[in-house]
């Protein structure tokens, strides 16, 4: 027992009992500098399983959320100075975790300084700003009118701590980091990438205009590829056909249009009943995350199907035959001939 109270006192030396029977300990807890008031009551046998822990509302505030894992602790420690350092190090956990709580906040030249800045880029491009002054989203307009934001993290130590930045682009987008990582020194250098990606946001914007997307349907500004509907039979010889045809100073879809001879429907002219998106077997689009992308092969019917299901179909028909991963059999609406090559599925 003597071993035990002066490991207790060794670990712990701001915790004390306070009468002669140690049944009742009362003082502070240390983690990350900081001492944290609590009070330990032990019934008469002194087992932690039926102890009970008081604390301060600063501790309380912080072991929000971790009550289980002390109670859990309480009813498994053999001595109280096994549930002291293990409590020590649930608190240590718990603070690293909530440090923005009680992080100092910033001086007030932090504010005055940021409010300085936004008026000189124009209080019309503030899209939002929190109560703290830590999050701010800007806006802005490129050539073509489309809008853009960036949201902004802003460190405690801002200028000196460059702000995290988050954008919409499909590259990557880093601030150039420098002694006074400003606000319009950030925006500006937003603004030229914005102009950079101007022709790539063109070409997206006139397949998102001019075709019908099926994936994704409302594409964001990072998103780098389209699924879109097309009737072409066959392909792989058109493109091969007709390659040539590709210019460089044409657009991206009026080049599409020139080597697969074809016009791209467009959903705001095309109802959905004239091309079918569903899967002919089991009348659904997406089917676990899955879309329908196996197309009868005969012009005359064209219908998707998701590969299992048309997989299923051909499996269950006597005619179909199959040649390692290729299953030959009939259409389910058309009955033509149709192929079906698995790709990697396990069956």
């Not at 290729?326 to 990697?344: A, D, N, Q, R, V």
Request: glycine fraction near 4%; charge should be neutral.
């Amino acid at each position: 027992m003597a071993v035990t109270e002066a490991s207790l006192l060794r670990q712990c030396p701001l915790l004390l009992p306070q009468n002669r029977s140690k049944t009742v300990y009362e003082g502070f807890i240390s983690a990350q500098g900081r001492d944290f008031h609590l009070r330990v009551v032990l019934p008469e046998d002194l087992q932690l399983k039926n102890a009970r822990l008081l604390c301060s509302w600063q501790l309380r505030t912080i072991l929000n959320g971790y009550h289980q894992i002390v109670q859990q602790r309480m009813q498994h420690s053999p001595d109280l100075m096994s549930f002291m350092m293990e409590l020590k190090m649930l608190l240590e956990v718990a603070l690293k975790n909530r440090q923005e709580l009680y992080a100092p906040p910033p001086p007030p030249q932090f504010y005055s300084s940021l409010i300085e800045e936004i008026g000189t880029l124009g209080w019309d491009k503030l899209v939002y700003v929190d109560t703290c002054f830590s999050t701010i989203k800007l806006k802005a307009e490129d050539a073509s009118g489309r809008e853009h934001l960036i949201t902004l993290k802003l460190k405690a130590k801002y200028p000196a701590e460059s702000p995290d930045c988050f954008v919409d682009f499909p590259v990557p987008f880093s601030a150039s980091r420098t002694p006074q990582s400003s606000l319009i020194s950030i925006y500006s250098q937003f603004l030229a990438a914005i102009e950079s990606l101007k022709a790539f946001w063109d070409v997206m914007d006139e397949i998102d205009e001019k075709t019908w997307v099926l994936e994704p349907e409302k594409p964001p500004r990072c998103a780098t590829a389209r699924r879109i509907a097309l009737v072409v039979k066959p392909l792989g010889i058109k493109l091969s056909r007709n390659i040539h045809l590709w210019d460089p100073e044409n657009s991206v879809l009026q080049n599409l249009k020139d080597v697969l001879e074809i016009d791209f429907p467009a959903r705001a002219i095309l109802e959905k009943s004239d091309f079918t998106m569903d899967c002919g077997i089991c009348y659904a689009y997406q089917l676990d995350g899955a879309i329908p992308d196996q197309v009868c092969d005969n012009s005359q019917c064209g219908q998707p199907f998701h590969q299992i299901c048309l997989y299923e179909w051909l499996r269950g028909l006597l005619t179909s035959r199959q040649s390692f991963n290729i299953i030959f059999g009939e259409c389910p609406y058309c009955s033509k001939p149709i192929t079906l090559k698995m790709s990697g599925r396990k069956h």
